[in-house]
C-alpha cells in the first residue's frame, strides 16, 4: 500500500507560536490605525493566513498596510523567537513514523519558518525538499495552493494526504485541495465551543485536543 503523506501547518500544530505572531500585530494594529481590537477580533481577520494574504484583507475593511508594516512585524517576532519556542507535547512520536511520509506547509515565509524550524529542533525531520511556504504560491490560505504544491512535489495524490491544521483557514485550504483534514485544538487560543462550532460547519469530523490521540488515529488509519 502507498504510504501516505502528512501534511503539518506549524503555528498553532506544531509549536503554540499562532498566538504569538496574532498578538504582536494586534498591538501594531491597534497603535497605528488607532483601533481597540481584541485577540479574538485580531484572529479573526488575520488567523492562520499568509502576510500576503492578511493584508489583502486588512484591505478590504479599509485597513492599508504597507511593506514597512510587515517588516516590522516579522523583526517582533524573531524577538519572541529568540526567546525560545516549545515543540508541542508528543508530536515528535509521529515525526519518528517512517509508515508516513511527511511535510510541512505552512503561510509563513521561507527564512522565518527556517528559524522556527531550528528552534524547535526538527531539522532532522523535514529537509529542505520536505518545507513548502507561502513565498512558494500565488495564493495563501484559505486557498488551497500550497498543500497542492506539496503533494505535486512529492508525488502524491490529493486522497492519499492528510491535513493538521489549527485555523480556519488552513482547515479551508486543505478542504479546497480535496484531502483528509484533521483538527487539531489543543491550545487555549482554539478551545472554545463556538470554534468548535465553526469547524464542525466545515464539515471536519476529525477533531483531537492532544497529538497523542492524532498518532492512534494514524495509526489506525493505516491498519
Known amino acids: 500500500m502507498k504510504k501516505k503523506l502528512i ?6 500544530v506544531i509549536s503554540d507560536t499562532e498566538k504569538l505572531w496574532i498578538e504582536n500585530r494586534r498591538l501594531m494594529l491597534n ?11 485580531t484572529n479573526h481577520y488575520i488567523g492562520g493566513k499568509s502576510d500576503k494574504t492578511k493584508k489583502e484583507d486588512l484591505e478590504k475593511i479599509n485597513i492599508i498596510t504597507d511593506d514597512d508594516f510587515w517588516n516590522e512585524a516579522c523583526k517582533k517576532d524573531y524577538l519572541v523567537m529568540n526567546k525560545g519556542i516549545q515543540l508541542t507535547e508528543g508530536i515528535e512520536n509521529i515525526f519518528k513514523n517512517n509508515n508516513f511520509e511527511q511535510c510541512i506547509a505552512t503561510g509563513g515565509v521561507k527564512d522565518k519558518t527556517a528559524a522556527k524550524i531550528k528552534s524547535v529542533g526538527i ?17 495563501g490560505k484559505p486557498q488551497p495552493d500550497i498543500f497542492i504544491l506539496a503533494a505535486e512535489k512529492l508525488g502524491y495524490q490529493s486522497k492519499d494526504c492528510i491535513v493538521i491544521e489549527d485555523s480556519l483557514a488552513g482547515m ?4 479546497r485541495a480535496n484531502m483528509l483534514v484533521i483538527a487539531f485544538i489543543g491550545f487555549e487560543m482554539n478551545q472554545s465551543e463556538e470554534y468548535l462550532k465553526k469547524i464542525k460547519n466545515l464539515g471536519i469530523k476529525h477533531i483531537f485536543y492532544t497529538m497523542y490521540d492524532i498518532e492512534k488515529f494514524l495509526n489506525q488509519f493505516l491498519s
Open 31 to 41: 497603535q497605528k490605525f488607532n483601533i481597540n481590537w481584541d485577540f479574538n477580533t
Open 7 to 12: 501534511i503539518w501547518d506549524f503555528d498553532g
Open 172 to 175: 479551508t485550504a486543505g478542504l
Open 123 to 139: 531539522e532532522k525531520y523535514f529537509p529542505q525538499n520536505k518545507i513548502f511556504t507561502a513565498d512558494m504560491v500565488e495564493h
